[in-house]
C-alpha cells in the first residue's frame, strides 16, 4: 500500500476514534477499536490494556489480543512489577527493541510466546494514573519515534475513555443510592421490583419484601437534633446489611422507613430474616460512647411476591399496609400481608 494511502487510512482510523469518544460512552467499544488499530499497525505477537487498580495497587489485564489472550484475561499483578509497572511509575514510555535480557519482565503467561521486544506507554488523566498498553514483538519499524507518538495518542484516547466510563458510572451510582444511608434509593426499588418481577416470569423464582420503619424516630431528632439522627439512620443501615446477604437488596425508602427485597425467599426465608434484623436492632445501644444510649426497636410488615401482589405497586402496598397493621397493634413486631 503506498504510503499516503496508508497515512490517509490511519487517519480515518483515528479521526473514528476521536469521534467515538465524543459520541460513545461505550468504554469496551472504543477500547476494542483501539486495540483493533494498535494490531493493525503495529503487528505484535501479543498487545495488552492493563487497567490500575488503585485500591489494591495492582495492574490487571482488561483487554489482551493474541496467544495466552483468554487465560490472560482478568489477572492481576502488583503495579510495582513489571514493564508495564515500571512505565506506569515513570510516566513515560518504554521502548525496549532486545528484552531477552531484560530483568524487569515480568513472565505471567504461559510462556507460548517467546519476548523479544516491548513497547509500553502509560495512560493517564488529571495526572490520575488508569494504566498501561503493552505490545510485545511489534513490527520492527515501530521503535520509530513517529509509531511511538502515535501509540501515546492511542493510549490518550484508552485513558479518555476509561475515564469518561468511570464519571457515568459514579454518575450512576449516585443516581441510586441515598446520600445518607449508602442503601439503595425509593427511586431505584421500583427498578430492581421489575427486574425482580421480570425474574419470576422466567426462572419462577419468588421473592420477599420487607417494609419496616422505625418507632418513635421522632423523638431522636427532638432530643439529640438532626446529626444525630442522620448518623442513627447510617447505623440502622449497617444493621440492615450485616444481616442480608449479597444478593438481596437494602432501600432507604424515605425519612425512617426502609425495604429490604429478598431474592428468591417465601414466607419462611423472609420471617427469619426480619427477625435477624428486628433482634439486631432491639440488642444493639446507639450512640453508647457518647452517653446517648439510645434504642430504637422498628415495626415491620412482610409480603411475598406472587401471593401478595402481582405488580410492584401491589406487592409494595401488602408490605406497607402489614407495617402499618405492626404499628397499630403494640409496634416492635413483624406482621404478614393479610
Request: charged share 25%.
Amino acid at each position: 500500500m503506498p504510503q499516503s494511502e496508508f497515512s490517509n487510512n490511519l487517519f480515518d482510523s483515528v479521526y473514528k476514534i476521536a469521534s467515538s469518544l465524543t459520541s460513545s460512552l461505550k468504554e469496551e467499544e472504543v477500547l476494542n477499536n483501539i486495540m483493533a488499530l494498535v494490531g493493525e499497525i503495529f503487528m505484535p505477537d501479543n498487545w495488552s490494556i492493563f487497567s490500575y487498580r488503585e485500591e489494591e495497587h495492582k495492574l490487571e489485564f482488561k483487554l489482551v489480543v493474541g496467544k495466552d489472550s483468554d487465560a490472560l484475561i482478568g489477572k492481576t499483578f502488583s503495579a510495582d512489577s513489571g514493564i508495564a509497572g515500571w512505565c506506569m511509575k515513570t510516566k513515560e514510555p518504554i521502548v525496549i527493541p532486545d528484552a531477552k535480557k531484560d530483568e524487569r519482565i515480568l513472565n505471567v503467561g504461559s510462556g507460548e510466546v517467546e519476548i523479544k521486544s516491548i513497547i509500553a506507554v502509560p495512560m493517564y488523566s488529571n495526572d490520575k494514573p488508569l494504566g498501561v498498553i503493552e505490545l510485545i514483538n511489534a513490527h520492527e519499524d515501530c521503535f520509530l519515534p513517529e509509531k511511538i507518538k502515535l501509540l501515546e495518542t492511542l493510549a490518550d484516547f484508552a485513558a479518555i475513555s476509561m475515564q469518561n466510563s468511570r464519571y457515568l458510572r459514579t454518575i450512576e451510582r449516585k443516581s441510586t443510592i441515598d446520600d445518607c444511608t449508602d442503601l439503595y434509593n425509593a427511586r431505584f426499588m421500583y427498578t430492581i421490583l421489575e427486574n425482580e418481577i421480570s425474574r419470576f416470569k422466567r426462572s419462577g423464582q419468588t421473592f420477599g419484601l420487607v417494609f419496616f420503619d422505625l418507632d418513635h424516630f421522632k423523638n431522636v431528632n427532638d432530643n439529640h437534633g438532626h446529626l444525630i439522627g442522620s448518623q442513627l439512620l447510617r447505623e440502622v443501615a449497617g444493621v440492615v446489611n450485616e444481616c442480608i446477604r449479597p444478593t438481596d437488596w437494602g432501600i432507604r425508602y424515605g425519612g425512617d422507613e426502609f425495604v429490604v427485597i429478598l431474592q428468591g425467599s417465601g414466607y419462611k426465608e423472609t420471617i427469619i430474616v426480619t427477625e435477624r434484623i428486628r433482634a439486631r436492632l432491639n440488642e444493639k445501644v446507639f450512640f453508647e460512647n457518647e452517653g446517648f444510649n439510645i434504642k430504637i426497636p422498628a415495626s415491620f410488615g412482610i409480603s411475598v411476591f406472587p401471593e401478595d401482589g402481582g405488580t410492584v405497586e401491589e406487592i409494595i402496598r401488602s408490605a406497607d399496609n402489614a407495617m402499618y397493621e405492626a404499628k397499630r397493634t403494640g409496634r416492635n413486631k413483624i406482621c404478614q400481608s393479610c
